[in-house]
């Protein structure tokens, strides 16, 4: 295929606003739209096909001389028009290619729906903040959003350690560098090690992967520096188990008192389909440092309690995503059924839907919604 086909099929997902574009061998195009996926009207594709594109995501990339890989990220963009992060990988010997549409421009608090307690999270000076949630949840939108409200109001140095580089930060107020892995350093824990000694206020970790990198951020939260990051866990709680399961058992005492001395905030997504079920909402559950937050962190017998403070805890900025459910149907942005599916504990949300007098839930009256298939003309039936 030619680098325009490519370009016209990139642009496409860009204009139709989806989330995410893939190109594997056997099937059509696919297109994600508010979590679906839909078929675009082309050509099944052949192991050439895939091929080409892959060799043209990686024109700039060594890795395009062999093709020896198994996987791999990197980040393309279109001039003036997106970005996109790919992942490359190969499925019985052929090359299945994913591609994250990354939008120019760092969407406000406001236009991404997210509550504006998360405001308060970006005006922190030192300590650790996590952005947390399943794959496709929103976590690199809303981390983006804090960042740029911090390069927006605050006169900082800002590093950023991704892989790749998703969003591209303009200098406002702060001033930012941008490293990727595998480009400008060899890893996480190297990046983190360096950024130390390079004045930093504000330093942002891509995402928590391992020991290594959990403990030289928490070093770096430690030494007095504001430190964002994500991982993939579902909520708070779990959260918290999931950073101490990365340490042997006899050192997780001491990194749960590490942890708990250095936590400033935590923030779990799930995105769910609106009301109007032409788009998507996150759900939001916060957690803020208090001495009662700390203790249930240190101790493992009281980690299980934490949501249970996050549902008191709403003067002190924090809520449970049970909470934000029922904010959110308040407001009329998603239906009942929706809010039931997602929530924590479906039978307790019940009695607090009943209690606030709605009764038995009852279907939602159904949208007609039918994501036509988007049919590309190509005259020459190829590439």
């Given at each position: 295929m030619d680098r325009e086909k490519l370009y016209r099929l990139l642009r496409l997902g860009i204009e139709k606003g989806a989330s995410d574009i893939h190109f594997q061998v056997g099937n059509l195009p696919l297109y994600r739209f508010n979590g679906n996926l839909v078929e675009l009207r082309?050509?099944?594709l052949s192991p050439e096909d895939t091929e080409a594109i892959a060799r043209l995501l990686l024109e700039e990339d060594p890795r395009q001389e062999t093709m020896e890989f198994n996987e791999?990220?990197?980040a393309y963009e279109l001039p003036d028009e997106g970005r996109f992060r790919v992942n490359i990988s190969r499925q019985r010997k052929n090359y299945n290619i994913v591609l994250r549409v990354i939008p120019l421009q760092i969407k406000t608090f406001d236009e991404l729906n997210l509550p504006g307690l998360l405001r308060d999270i970006s005006t922190l000076r030192r300590g650790y903040v996590l952005v947390t949630g399943a794959t496709g949840m929103g976590k690199s939108t809303t981390l983006a959003a804090l960042i740029n409200e911090v390069n927006r109001?605050?006169?900082a140095k800002i590093?950023?350690?991704e892989d790749p580089i998703e969003f591209v930060f303009s200098h406002e107020k702060s001033i930012i560098t941008q490293r990727e892995i595998g480009t400008d350093t060899a890893g996480f824990p190297d990046a983190l090690r360096a950024a130390l000694r390079q004045d930093p206020d504000v330093i942002m970790v891509g995402e928590m992967r391992d020991l290594e990198t959990v403990d030289t951020s928490l070093k770096a939260a430690e030494t007095g520096h504001l430190v964002f990051s994500?991982?993939?866990?579902s909520d708070v709680a779990?959260?918290?188990?999931?950073?101490v399961s990365f340490f042997p058992t006899e050192e997780q005492a001491n990194v749960r008192a590490r942890i708990a001395d250095n936590i400033q905030a935590i923030v779990s997504l799930r995105l769910l389909v609106n009301k109007r079920e032409d788009g998507r909402v996150p759900a939001v559950e916060i957690l803020r440092t208090t001495?009662?937050?700390?203790?249930?962190?240190?101790?493992?017998q009281k980690t299980a309690e934490l949501t249970d403070y996050l549902a008191?805890?709403?003067?002190?900025?924090?809520?449970?995503?049970d909470q934000h459910l029922l904010d959110l149907l308040r407001a009329n942005k998603i239906s009942v059924e929706t809010a039931l599916a997602a929530a924590s504990n479906p039978a307790d949300f019940q009695t607090k839907l009943s209690l606030e007098g709605d009764g038995e839930v009852e279907s939602a009256p159904e949208v007609e919604k039918q994501l036509e298939e988007i049919e590309i003309d190509d005259s020459d039936g190829r590439f």
């Amino acid at each position: 295929m030619d680098r325009e086909k490519l370009y016209r099929l990139l642009r496409l997902g860009i204009e139709k606003g989806a989330s995410d574009i893939h190109f594997q061998v056997g099937n059509l195009p696919l297109y994600r739209f508010n979590g679906n996926l839909v078929e675009l009207r082309y050509k099944v594709l052949s192991p050439e096909d895939t091929e080409a594109i892959a060799r043209l995501l990686l024109e700039e990339d060594p890795r395009q001389e062999t093709m020896e890989f198994n996987e791999v990220d990197l980040a393309y963009e279109l001039p003036d028009e997106g970005r996109f992060r790919v992942n490359i990988s190969r499925q019985r010997k052929n090359y299945n290619i994913v591609l994250r549409v990354i939008p120019l421009q760092i969407k406000t608090f406001d236009e991404l729906n997210l509550p504006g307690l998360l405001r308060d999270i970006s005006t922190l000076r030192r300590g650790y903040v996590l952005v947390t949630g399943a794959t496709g949840m929103g976590k690199s939108t809303t981390l983006a959003a804090l960042i740029n409200e911090v390069n927006r109001h605050r006169k900082a140095k800002i590093i950023t350690v991704e892989d790749p580089i998703e969003f591209v930060f303009s200098h406002e107020k702060s001033i930012i560098t941008q490293r990727e892995i595998g480009t400008d350093t060899a890893g996480f824990p190297d990046a983190l090690r360096a950024a130390l000694r390079q004045d930093p206020d504000v330093i942002m970790v891509g995402e928590m992967r391992d020991l290594e990198t959990v403990d030289t951020s928490l070093k770096a939260a430690e030494t007095g520096h504001l430190v964002f990051s994500t991982i993939h866990t579902s909520d708070v709680a779990s959260t918290i188990n999931r950073l101490v399961s990365f340490f042997p058992t006899e050192e997780q005492a001491n990194v749960r008192a590490r942890i708990a001395d250095n936590i400033q905030a935590i923030v779990s997504l799930r995105l769910l389909v609106n009301k109007r079920e032409d788009g998507r909402v996150p759900a939001v559950e916060i957690l803020r440092t208090t001495r009662t937050i700390q203790e249930c962190i240190r101790d493992p017998q009281k980690t299980a309690e934490l949501t249970d403070y996050l549902a008191r805890g709403r003067n002190e900025h924090m809520q449970t995503f049970d909470q934000h459910l029922l904010d959110l149907l308040r407001a009329n942005k998603i239906s009942v059924e929706t809010a039931l599916a997602a929530a924590s504990n479906p039978a307790d949300f019940q009695t607090k839907l009943s209690l606030e007098g709605d009764g038995e839930v009852e279907s939602a009256p159904e949208v007609e919604k039918q994501l036509e298939e988007i049919e590309i003309d190509d005259s020459d039936g190829r590439f």
